[in-house]
């Protein structure tokens, strides 16, 4: 699997959501960073694997 690569971001809008306990999340906050209309939200106290079942989640994507 390839790393994400911020200097090749989405151009579109786009909702980097990642769960508090996540390895990823410094990853998806410079993703989001570098996206144009890209917007970062940490779901509190989740993890790689049971942050989509957040409500916290569900509510930041609406």
Known sequence: M???DPS????R????A?????AIIEGSR???AA???GRFF???NRNHFNAPGSRDFK????
């Open 18 to 22: 990642t769960g508090s306990k996540d």
């Open 42 to 44: 940490e779901i509190p």
């Open 35 to 37: 996206a144009p209309d």
């Open 2 to 4: 390839i790393d994400p």
């Open 8 to 11: 090749d971001a989405p151009t």
């Open 59 to 62: 509510d930041a994507a609406v």
């Open 30 to 32: 410079a993703l989001a």
């Open 13 to 16: 809008p786009i909702l980097f």
